[in-house]
């Protein structure tokens, strides 16, 4: 297939099928030189491809994660003597491995290829998942906990940039929205899964928590072979496309991504990452979500408990406020998408969030149904805010190597949240209905919606800017090498 006239140029583009090349002041096309009809039949194939497969991945991943609060209602705490400090801790110390690996993880996926790399990650962590069953001593558990953190960091950003080399900048929230939805499906399904899992208690010799932890790293060591030989890397490698639809699937990408179009490795893009004060605005508003989000996501089952259900019960319970926020999370990634929007779909949710501890805090002597209520406020306002923050930065930065990078620095950073959302929730607040972690994460969130609007109003000014150059003025910023974003010709979504 021929190459375009407005793809002609001078930027080599490595996934391409055929040797494109990209004018760095032409790429930019209008995508109504693409047949619609299609670029829709090419997006349906990739979303049935692709999406199910990560979302089914991540929703493994999240379970394996958080299901230490599930085989704490379950008696693990008594059966190897863990004190509520050490608890916290083999919570937190999850995101501290997970933070130090997830960079690294990042280049590597680069460099190796999706596919294998996430084969390899999924073995290991579905094997020490299941391996956490032996634990006997609460050091066994710290150290478990440090390496499943290790070894699950490289999917989560991995999936993120994933989505950003297959899909455009208008597609890429609700593509987040529905892999990061299997997040609180996750919430829901395990546990009604840890309800049923519960009953086992004494078969084989073992307690509920260890048959936990063996049958939910059981499936993701399975799905490894699904990955091996069904995830595609590249547009321009995928064996499910045929050789036109990879062409039309990298066109529309570089028409998509205007002057952006760096792909090869380039360490000057590695370092323009930490001097782009949007990199660290994204830093900042992630963590001050993330730390809610983790608490919540680990602490949710203890939560529930303190609304005077019993154990068995509490496992239940957790399930129809994740399944609500499941929904709310798709409606407002779809909607983003829909209007090209980030601010606002960023901002509200998590000043819903806001609202949900508050409401959390009044309603703490209130009879149950109030205090559930407020409860399902809270964890649809914390999960509808993510699929707009990972589009945002993945959207609003351009070249392969600044925004792969990028969005791992940005995780990694954010995840400390997760390591803080650990201590946040103390065990002597649970007779108070903790206030003081309900406290912690309301202002997290309250100030993270200030900081959203403000970036929000920072990109707009940028792009009025841009707007408003002369043709010297556009020639002499446009003539910087590799300026990624920070082309002229490109526009943030706000």
């Known amino acids: 297939m021929s190459t375009p006239a407005a793809l002609q140029g001078k930027i080599p583009v490595e996934y391409a099928s055929e040797k494109l090349e ?47 609060g599930n085989a704490k209602v379950a008696g693990i705490a008594h059966d190897i003597n863990l004190t509520a400090s050490e608890y916290n801790w083999a919570l937190s110390i999850f995101f501290i491995g997970y933070v130090i690996f997830e960079i690294p993880s990042n280049i590597l996926l680069k460099k190796m290829g999706p596919r294998k790399w996430i084969c390899i990650i999924m073995v290991l962590w ?18 478990s906990r440090f390496f499943l953190g290790l070894t699950e960091s490289g999917l989560f950003p991995g999936s993120v940039y994933l989505i950003s080399l297959w899909y455009t900048r208008s597609e890429q929230a609700l593509r987040n929205g529905l892999f990061f939805s299997t997040a609180t499906m996750a919430g829901a399904f395990g546990g009604v899964l840890a309800y049923g899992i519960a009953q086992m208690e004494g078969i084989a010799g073992l307690h509920g928590w260890q048959w936990i932890f063996i049958l939910e790293g059981l499936p993701t060591v399975l799905l490894t072979v699904v990955v091996y030989f069904y995830l595609p890397d590249f547009p321009s490698t995928a064996p499910f496309l045929n050789t036109e639809e990879k062409d039309l699937a990298v066109r529309r990408l570089l028409i998509d991504a205007g002057p952006a179009t760096e792909t090869a490795f380039s360490w000057r893009q590695f370092r323009a990452v930490f001097v782009d004060w949007k990199v660290y605005m994204h830093m900042i508003t992630y963590i001050l979500n993330a730390t809610p989000l983790y608490s919540l996501s680990l602490f949710l089952p203890s939560i529930v408990q303190g609304f005077k259900f019993n154990a068995i019960t509490t496992q239940a319970m957790t399930a129809p406020a994740y399944i609500i926020a499941c929904i709310f999370t798709i409606l407002f990634a779809f909607s983003s998408d829909r209007f090209r929007e980030r601010g606002v779909h960023y901002a509200f949710p998590t000043f819903v969030g806001a609202i949900g501890y508050i409401l959390l ?15 399902t406020v809270t964890a649809s306002g914390v999960f509808a805010s993510v699929p707009a923050m990972l589009s945002w930065f993945t959207t609003n930065i351009g070249g392969h190597t600044k925004r792969g990078v990028a969005t791992a620095a940005i995780i990694s950073f954010g ?28 202002v997290m969130m309250a100030v993270s919606t200030i900081l959203i609007l403000v970036m929000k109003f920072l990109l707009i000014r940028e792009n009025k800017r841009r707007d408003n150059l002369t043709p010297e003025e556009f020639a002499k910023e446009a003539a910087k090498e590799e300026p990624c974003d920070n082309h002229p010709g490109f526009r943030y979504y706000s």
């Open 22 to 68: 990209v004018d760095s002041e032409n790429s930019y096309a209008s995508s109504t030189e693409l047949d619609p009809i299609a670029v829709g039949k090419l997006r349906r194939k990739i979303d049935w491809h692709l999406i199910p497969l990560i979302a089914v991945l991540y929703l493994c991943s999240f379970l394996d994660r958080v299901n230490i």
């Open 415 to 442: 995840n400390i949240g997760g390591a803080i959302g650990g201590q946040i929730y103390r065990a002597e607040d649970a007779i108070d209905g903790y206030v003081r972690g309900h406290t912690i994460c309301a």
């Open 361 to 375: 805090i009044v309603t703490k002597d209130s009879p149950t149904v109030n205090r559930y209520v407020s409860l």
């Open 126 to 143: 579905g094997g020490i998942m299941m391996a956490m069953a032996a634990v006997k001593t609460p050091a066994g558990l710290l150290a």
